[in-house]
């Protein structure tokens, strides 16, 4: 006998007066967890059928027709209550739609969370992450991130796959492009403002979502750069490198984590009890849900730890998974594992109350509509403000990388100038792998940005040569371009297919022939600047050597165009610095600012009997922390509170600097300490903090930074983390490799 609707509904209703009449009278021993009593009664009401479903999140159907999203077997699966969320399925009036059958005519009625990669934009697509992050205006990324939340959440999606905190040291993988680079305190100051933009203050509210801290954990350091290949790391490594951005997610509030494809030290992170209950449940006390990637509980079968899909289901829901995408294991073998004792109800229960919870927190109880409102979406989607703060944090993210004689800004009197290449036009490129809902018709390329900013200017254009290919049949017409032109600006870098997920490349130079088409332009010898984009760092040797004006522009966004423009004739002066660093030469992978001096450091002598390469110098092509501006800096007058402080004391540092160029501009000033004695090996310098400050000509401004005994701790040999007393060295500079100051301090017990 099925209960109808209403019977369930009035049942439903009487268990929550009872549960709260119950509250009431006893005296309440445990902290009260908001909605606690509602989902307790909830789940006292639920089948074990209803509970499984709650655990299983699935794809769209067909084609992205709007009457295809869902076919009729998934609304069938939706009605018995054996789906809980969908992936993909978006449109305000669409998921209103979905939402409705899974309210009105499911037994229960509970709402579905409706998911997206919502990474660097909705539809209004702003810089990719790591393009963001070059940016280091932590504000402009949580705002960036909020402005993905108002237009997602206005077009039915309460639920996001961001932000993805890995932290890479290898640019072959291809994922460094969605992520904040190579270093574990900057990437968890940017991992905690992303949450922040996505979740705001109050997930209650129709315009927060749910955000997802990805990939848990170590997905960073694929062996060999290879894309779901192993990780296979010290638990040092893994502690000192890898989850910090997770642990900072979670103490900005993120609601949800996802597993990661890979192994961590032989355990496939999907069935890693140590990383989903003891670190994140036992250590950190994460109360919301984790959820699988896509298919990785079938994919153990893969990795050779179970033998089929039902062993999969038990093993990864034992371990600390409570929701299965993509991959049907959990909907299709989780009673019969509860039937053969595998995994027990109340293993089960465990799981829906963490998802059920996450529900009521998003208000889907309160009003299962909140997110599907068709008047909000036409309001919110793709505005001139949202446009506007796209355009904003693509200046920001934009790095110059050389600008010998000041080639660049390039004068707004030119009256013909040839933009060549194949990104100067390609709107698939300007938005990247994970273009969510992107708008390919709103993209601003290069050539539209150029028009808009100079539209009694003589434009040309020619493609030239292909991403890939080795055509070169495109050479003549550019270089006829360029021959008319008073400058040429070459776009060129990687296709929209290069970077992002399944893109790990062996070879990390400009692909195809494109460099050959800018050493022809070169060869003129007129005025060129080179536009590189790109998701991830790139070996750009012959470039740096012979090219007067690089900047580099990464993967933009819908208003890229607008926004290279407005660097390249100044409307903005560059304050981009690396979030990675540039290798010399992919040989040198990984390649980071912060190494470890070893025994025979490379002391520039030229002994051969050094820690380097025989063929190659241990430097890279451009450091972590490296940004040029149109104007110069100077810092100046460093001051140390005291030489020595004590354990508990405030490390206090003040310096000066000072605008010396002649146009105003930003500068990002950066602070790294170094543990010059300690129990364990500590790296040359550690970014222990920054600030990026505007400065007028002639300006100079005093910038205070203060340091306590946690930002000094150590991982000692048993995996602690500790502070020890003793000398450490400061310094400040413009990047990790350009330290203007100096100076020492003693931390004693
Ligand atoms: C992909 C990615 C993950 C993404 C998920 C859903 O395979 O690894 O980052 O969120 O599937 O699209």
């Not at 509602?38 to 769209?60: F, P, Y």
């Not at 705001?200 to 749910?210: A, F, P, R, V």
């Not at 070169?472 to 021959?483: M, Y």
């Not at 983390?721 to 003693?746: N, V």
Request: proline share 5%; net charge negative; with cysteine.
């Amino acid at each position: 006998m099925t209960l109808n609707n209403k019977t369930t509904f009035v049942l439903f209703f009487v268990l929550i007066v009872l549960s709260t009449l119950a509250g009431c009278t006893s005296d309440r021993q445990e902290v009260v967890k908001p909605f606690k009593d509602q989902v307790d009664s909830l789940l006292a009401v639920m089948t074990l059928e209803e509970k499984i479903g709650q655990l299983n999140l699935v794809g769209r159907d067909g084609n992205l027709d709007s009457a295809t999203r869902i076919g009729p077997d998934k609304a069938e699966a939706i009605r018995k209550g054996h789906i809980g969320s969908l992936i993909g399925v978006v449109g305000a009036g669409f998921n209103r739609e979905v939402q409705r059958i899974a309210v009105e005519e499911s037994r229960l009625g509970i709402p579905l969370l409706f998911a997206r990669d919502v990474i660097h934009g909705y539809k209004t697509l702003t810089p990719v992450p790591l393009a963001e992050a070059a940016s280091w205006d932590l504000g402009a990324i949580e705002k960036s991130a909020r402005m993905a939340a108002f237009e997602a959440s206005a077009s039915g999606i309460n639920w996001t796959y961001a932000p993805m905190v890995d932290v890479s040291r290898d640019p072959r993988w291809g994922r460094v492009m969605e992520g904040a680079g190579e270093d574990p305190y900057y990437g968890s100051l940017v991992a905690a403002a992303r949450v922040r933009g996505f979740q705001g203050n109050d997930l209650n509210l129709n315009n927060t979502i749910l955000a997802c801290a990805k990939h848990f954990a170590g997905y960073g350091s694929p062996m060999a750069g290879r894309e779901y290949s192993i990780t296979d790391i010290s638990m040092r490594e893994l502690y000192e490198v890898h989850l910090p951005p997770f642990k900072a997610a979670f103490e900005a509030g993120v609601g949800t984590y996802m597993t990661s494809f890979t192994e961590i030290n032989a355990i496939p992170a999907t069935v890693s009890r140590f990383l989903l209950t003891g670190i994140l449940r036992e250590r950190w006390g994460f109360d919301g849900f984790v959820v699988t990637d896509w298919s990785t509980i079938t994919q153990l079968m893969e990795h050779g730890v179970v033998a089929d899909s039902a062993s999969g289901a038990a093993v990864s829901l034992k371990a600390g998974v409570d929701m299965d995408m993509g991959s049907l294991a959990f909907v299709n073998y989780l009673k019969s594992q509860v039937d053969e004792k595998r995994v027990t109800e109340a293993d089960i229960d465990t799981a829906v109350r963490r998802i059920l919870l996450a529900k009521y927190r998003l208000g889907l109880f309160e009003d299962p509509y909140r997110y599907a409102d068709p008047e909000r979406e036409k309001r919110e989607v793709l505005t001139s403000e949202n446009r506007e703060l796209a355009r904003d944090i693509a200046r920001k993210s934009m790095v110059l990388l050389k600008n010998e004689g000041q080639l660049l800004p390039l004068s707004k009197s030119l009256k013909t100038i040839a933009v060549i290449g194949p990104l100067a036009d390609d709107k698939r490129a300007f938005m990247g792998r994970w273009k969510a809902e992107g708008n390919k018709g709103g993209v601003i390329t290069l050539v539209r940005g150029i028009k808009n900013k100079l539209p009694d200017a003589n434009v040309l254009f020619a493609r030239g040569a292909d991403f890939e290919s080795d055509d070169r049949s495109g050479f003549q017409e550019a270089l006829a371009v360029a021959r008319q032109a008073e400058a040429v600006i070459l776009a060129v870098g990687e296709s929209q297919r290069h970077s992002g997920e399944a893109s790990t490349r062996a070879s990390i130079d400009i692909p195809g022939v494109q460099l050959e088409l800018v050493q022809k332009i070169h060869a003129l010898d007129k005025p060129v600047v080179v536009l590189l984009f790109n998701g991830r760092p790139l070996t750009i040797n012959w470039l740096k050597d012979n090219i007067p004006a690089i900047l580099e522009a990464w993967i933009p966004g819908t208003e890229g165009g607008n926004a290279i423009a407005d660097v390249v004739f100044g409307d903005y002066n560059p304050s981009g610095k690396l979030p990675m660093t540039f290798p010399h030469s992919v040989g040198q992978i990984p390649v980071f600012y912060s190494y470890k001096n070893t025994g025979r450091p490379d002391d520039g002598s030229g002994s051969r009997w050094v820690s380097g390469y025989y063929d190659i110098p241990n430097e890279p092509l451009y450091p972590f922390g490296y940004g040029l501006s149109y104007t110069t800096f100077e810092y100046f007058d460093l001051q140390l509170g005291k030489p020595k402080i004590e354990m508990d004391d405030t490390i206090r540092v003040r310096m000066k600097i000072r605008n010396t160029g002649p146009v105003k501009g930003e500068e990002v000033i950066q602070l790294y300490i170094r543990d010059l004695l300690a129990s364990v090996t500590r790296p040359v310098k550690e970014l222990k903090g920054f600030k990026k400050v505007m400065l007028e000509p002639g300006e100079s401004k005093t910038i205070k930074f203060q340091l306590s005994a946690n930002d000094l701790m150590l991982l000692n040999e048993e995996l602690k983390w500790i502070t020890e007393p003793g000398e450490f060295q400061l310094m400040i500079g413009s990047s990790s490799s350009d330290i203007r100051l100096e100076g020492k301090f003693e931390l004693f017990q």
